[in-house]
């Protein structure tokens, strides 16, 4: 049974991981570490193992590492793509500084390493439709160029030292749980917040521009089946396009007034993440990850919808 560390555990991914990995690993071999700023709560801090570990402190993480035996680390620290514009010293401290402390750890203690890229590790002189698998990456924010570092770091620690790295490009997840947290496919998470409250919808995106997006349960499985994957069979590590469906903001608000068609949006841009999106491809090939590991999408966008209009009716009406 593998002993997992995921770094990040109360964030947009680690709280759910976290929760996923200990119902498929056991509770008490996955570890949730956190920052003292973002302290586990709930199930997530009762349901197994919980440390202090902050990636930009690689004693800590070593220390961590060795009292829980672990040979696996979930690398999910990072800031989203528009806190990373106004912050961008400290996207490149956490996500570079901070990975490399992890690859050292890993390379020290023999872990595994999975480390999330990005739709956003693309950029502007890529192909926009069917975004190939190995293609240019010339990323202009700050979030993608420590993806694309992240992704070369990572495959250079397996190359030099047989760090077992791994990892997927994520699109735009999309999810009940953990609210947005700065990202510029968010919007996709707050219009449906806005339709069960009734509200209406400003739109920050605008119409026409369109990106791969997620369910998370989906984004969960690939997380996983990736480290689970037969290793002879891999040709690339870091990182794996992946996709699951590509929309823009008339498409999803379509999809949502098919259940509730009252529903109401009007567009708003916001500058900053409109450039970035634009930026960023319109819909990867993720036939790679298919041929290699077997990766499948399960949610297209009109069963997600169904599925977060019913959970998040839920559990808005329980606040
Ligand atoms: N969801 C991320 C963002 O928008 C992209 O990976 O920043």
């Not at 990636?55 to 806190?83: M, R």
Request: glycine share 8%.
């Amino acid at each position: 049974m593998k002993k997992i560390l995921i770094i990040g555990s109360t964030g947009q991914i680690g709280s759910e991981l976290t929760m996923k990995l200990r119902e498929v690993y056991g509770d008490s071999n996955v570890v949730a570490g956190y920052i003292p700023s973002a302290p586990p709560m709930g199930e997530l801090a009762e349901s197994g193992p919980c440390e202090e570990v902050d990636i930009t402190n690689g004693q800590q993480i070593a220390d961590v590492v060795t009292k829980h035996g672990i040979d696996t680390i979930y690398n999910l620290a990072a800031l989203l793509s528009a806190v990373g514009e106004r912050k961008p010293l400290l996207a490149w401290h956490i996500g570079i500084d901070g990975l490399l402390n992890v690859l050292e750890v890993a390379r020290e203690h023999g872990c595994a390493v999975f480390t999330p890229s990005s739709i956003g590790s693309f950029g502007p002189n890529a192909p926009k439709d069917g975004t190939p698998q190995d293609t240019i990456q010339q990323p202009r924010t700050m979030y993608g160029i420590t993806k694309v570092s992240g992704e070369l770091l990572s495959n250079y620690y397996a190359s030099k030292f047989g760090v077992d790295t791994r990892s997927v490009r994520f699109p735009g997840l999309i999810s009940y749980v953990a609210p947005p947290g700065g990202g510029t496919t968010d919007y996709a998470v707050d219009i449906y917040y806005s339709a069960v409250r009734g509200e209406k919808f400003m739109c920050p995106i605008k119409g026409g521009t369109f990106m791969d997006m997620m369910y998370m349960p989906d984004a969960l499985r690939a997380a996983i089946e990736i480290m689970e994957a037969d290793e002879s069979k891999l040709r690339h590590r870091n990182s794996f396009n992946i996709a699951a469906m590509s929309f823009d903001p008339e498409i999803i608000y379509q999809s949502i007034r098919k259940y509730i068609p009252s529903f109401e949006m009007e567009y708003q841009i916001d500058s900053l993440r409109q450039e970035i999106a634009e930026s960023w491809p319109n819909k990867l090939d993720d036939t790679c990850a298919r041929m290699e590991w077997g990766w499948k999408h399960r949610y297209d966008l009109d069963a997600m919808t169904r599925d977060m209009i019913d959970k998040l009716s839920l559990r808005l009406n329980k606040q």
